[in-house]
């Protein structure tokens, strides 16, 4: 013989999880610039879960031009730090220049470097170390989106 608990009579109340309670508004668009393929399909539907379009960017020069042609749709960047063709530092310099006040979000593997520092301490930019869970990531959308900026 075995025996098995009964079922409880109801459902218990599904959790949710850290990343709905701050799903943004329809519309809100952000570029996504990561060398890895797998990675960056793995953020992307992360970023698309939690309600935003996603562009999608290989590298550096091309997360820029991408940047450059939607500068006025698109409301936050997550970019690798180091990518061939462009690097991340030199990438978000240029985002810099063209949109002083995007939100950026930084994610690597390597460690910090120090115009990254300068970046953080000026609450320029967020970090987030790789490998990261879902749960970091929207930790990080959530303080980027909640900053007191408008969108």
Same mark, same amino acid.
Request: glycine share 8%.
């Given at each position: %013989?075995?025996?098995?608990? !009964?079922?409880?009579?109801?459902?218990?109340? $599904?959790?949710?999880?850290?990343? *709905?309670?701050?799903?943004?508004?329809?519309?809100? =668009? &952000?570029?996504?610039?990561?060398?890895? $393929? !797998? &990675?960056?399909?793995?953020? &992307?539907?992360?970023?698309?879960?939690?309600?935003?379009? @996603?562009?999608? !960017?290989?590298?550096?020069?091309?997360?820029? !031009?991408?940047?450059? &042609?939607?500068?006025?749709?698109?409301?936050? @960047?997550? %970019?690798?730090? *180091?990518?061939?063709?462009?690097?991340?530092?030199?990438?978000?310099?240029?985002?810099?220049?063209?949109?002083?006040?995007?939100?950026?979000?930084?994610?690597?593997?390597?460690?910090?470097?120090? %115009? @990254?520092?300068?970046?953080?301490?000026?609450?320029? *930019?967020?970090?987030?170390?790789?490998?990261?869970?879902?749960?970091?990531? =929207?930790?990080? *959308?959530?303080?980027?989106? %909640?900053?007191?900026?408008?969108?």
């Amino acid at each position: %013989s075995i025996l098995l608990p !009964a079922l409880p009579m109801t459902q218990p109340e $599904a959790e949710t999880g850290d990343f *709905v309670e701050m799903l943004p508004e329809h519309g809100v =668009t &952000a570029l996504l610039v990561e060398d890895n $393929a !797998a &990675a960056r399909e793995a953020t &992307a539907a992360i970023l698309e879960m939690l309600g935003y379009r @996603v562009i999608q !960017a290989g590298d550096g020069e091309e997360g820029l !031009a991408r940047f450059q &042609a939607e500068t006025d749709r698109i409301e936050l @960047v997550v %970019s690798d730090l *180091v990518m061939p063709n462009l690097g991340g530092t030199a990438l978000l310099t240029r985002i810099r220049e063209l949109k002083p006040d995007m939100r950026i979000l930084i994610t690597t593997g390597y460690p910090m470097e120090e %115009s @990254v520092r300068e970046w953080l301490e000026a609450g320029q *930019v967020e970090w987030l170390q790789k490998p990261f869970s879902v749960r970091d990531l =929207t930790e990080k *959308v959530r303080i980027l989106r %909640s900053d007191g900026r408008d969108g």
